[in-house]
Each structure stands twice: as structure tokens, then as C-alpha cells.
């Protein structure tokens, strides 16, 4: 992987974890138009990135890593208890998913299903529109609607998102509780990539892991600030729209 490689890499990750749009899609997709075999060496320095969109929430969310915000926690801690026990369970067979074909279908199937809840969805009917006022029963929801990102192209945030908004989240609310889920399950995703690839670490330019991991930092604490302000006047149907055209293109080429 070359420097231009590990900078493109880098921007889609940061870019899209945060985004109802899918990471791991957009990685697999751009990694097969750029040609970057999926060796083990490749597969090390996806960890490293992930670990850039981890310390972008720490950075974002910092005034919230106190003991007065150990419940927050709790619940946070409480969603991410079934992806956790489905991921690592089922780990191998989820792996035999990771295919062009699955990730389109799945683009498109997101898409369809963001655009069927903004029809229905009613945010001023929305009571919790702050992430400390979560309940447990709302959380352990989101935490299951979470589990569906286990499928390729399906996207962690999306599945999430909408979990939220579903049980009474407000749009903002949803994507905040989104981001602060997304520490556990990327740092148990990383962790576990690491103690699989560690050896591979390296194989891979020290150069091209720095300018990879600098990018999607950057990349993804600007993307969560910038999310946040376009869903005080915007809602989710562009990204709706855009799954599915984005998924369509995909088969058409496949």
C-alpha cells in the first residue's frame, strides 16, 4: 500500500463511520477499485484507522468521560452487549459475507428501510432528545438494532440511528448515542483484529500508518461535528436516497 492508498483509505473511513452510509462497505468497495488485496498486512492497517475514528469521538465527547456520566455509560455499555455476543460468536460465518453482491443488496436494503421510518418518523413527537435521558429498555433496543450492522454494507450508525429513532430519539439524539456506541464496538472490533494481525503491524510502511491514521482522525472528528449541525435542519432521506443509488451501482457493476 502506498501513501496515496493509505490517504484515500484513510479519508473514507473517517468520512463514513460515523455516517449512516456504511465503513466497512465503502472500505471494501474503494479497497477493490484501488486494487489493495485483502492480505493480512491490509487487514492491520484497517485497525489502525478504526483506532483514529476511536480517539475522534474521545476527542469530540471529552467532557463526557466523568463519573457523573458513569450511567450514560452503563447504557452505552449495556447496547453494545449484543453485537458484542453475536460478533464474537458467529465471527467466522459473518466473515463469509464480505462480498461486492452483499454489500449492494444491503446498501440498497438501508436505504429502502431509512426512507420507509422518515416517512412515518415525527420528530417533534420525538421525548428524548438528550443522550442522558436514555432509558435502559431504550438502550438494550438500540443495542439489538445495532446487531444487523454484523451484515456488510448494512452500516453500524445506520442500524443504530434507527434503532433510535424508533424507540423515541430525536435525530441529534440518535446520531450522539450512535457515536458514543461506537467506542465499545470499534475498540472490541480493533482489539480483536489486533491479536489476530498484530504480527502483520510490520509489514506496513511506518509512514503509511501515520499518514492513514492522521487522515481519518482528522476526517472523523470534522465529519462528527459537521453531522451533528446538518441534522438540526436536514433529515435522513439523502442518505437514504444515496444508499440506494449507491447500492444499485454496485450490481450493476458486479
Not at 492480505?39 to 484507522?49: G, L, M, Q, R, W
Not at 443488496?105 to 436514555?134: C, R
Request: aromatic fraction near 14%; avoid cysteine.
Amino acid at each position: 500500500m502506498d501513501i496515496l492508498q493509505a490517504v484515500i483509505l484513510g479519508i473514507v473511513e473517517g468520512f463514513t463511520e460515523f455516517l449512516p452510509i456504511s465503513s466497512t462497505g465503502h472500505l471494501i468497495v474503494v479497497s477493490h477499485w484501488l486494487a489493495i488485496n485483502q492480505t493480512d498486512t491490509n487487514k492491520a492497517f484497517e485497525v489502525i484507522i478504526q483506532f483514529a475514528a476511536i480517539l475522534a469521538v474521545i476527542a469530540n465527547y471529552s467532557d463526557k468521560f466523568t463519573l457523573a456520566h458513569r450511567v450514560l455509560w452503563t447504557k452505552v455499555i449495556l447496547a453494545f452487549i449484543p453485537i458484542g455476543v453475536v460478533g464474537l460468536l458467529f465471527h467466522h460465518q459473518i466473515k463469509e459475507f464480505f462480498t461486492l453482491s452483499i454489500v449492494a443488496v444491503m446498501f440498497i436494503v438501508g436505504g429502502i428501510v431509512f426512507l420507509i421510518v422518515e416517512y412515518f418518523y415525527k420528530e417533534q413527537a420525538a421525548h428524548v432528545t438528550d443522550v442522558e435521558n436514555i432509558s435502559y429498555k431504550q438502550a438494550l433496543w438500540i443495542g439489538i438494532a445495532q446487531v444487523f450492522a454484523l451484515i456488510p454494507g448494512t452500516s453500524r450508525a445506520g442500524s443504530s440511528i434507527i434503532g433510535a429513532m424508533l424507540v423515541g430519539m430525536n435525530r441529534k439524539a440518535s446520531a450522539e448515542f450512535s457515536f458514543l456506541l461506537a467506542l465499545p464496538v470499534l475498540a472490541a472490533a480493533a482489539g480483536f483484529d489486533t491479536l489476530k494481525h498484530y504480527q502483520d503491524f510490520s509489514g506496513q510502511s511506518l509512514v503509511t500508518l501515520l499518514v492513514g491514521f492522521a487522515v481519518s482522525f482528522v476526517i472523523a472528528y470534522l465529519t462528527i461535528k459537521l453531522f451533528l449541525r446538518f441534522l438540526e435542519k436536514f433529515t435522513f432521506v439523502g442518505f437514504g436516497i444515496y444508499r440506494i443509488a449507491f447500492g444499485v451501482l454496485l450490481l450493476w457493476l458486479v
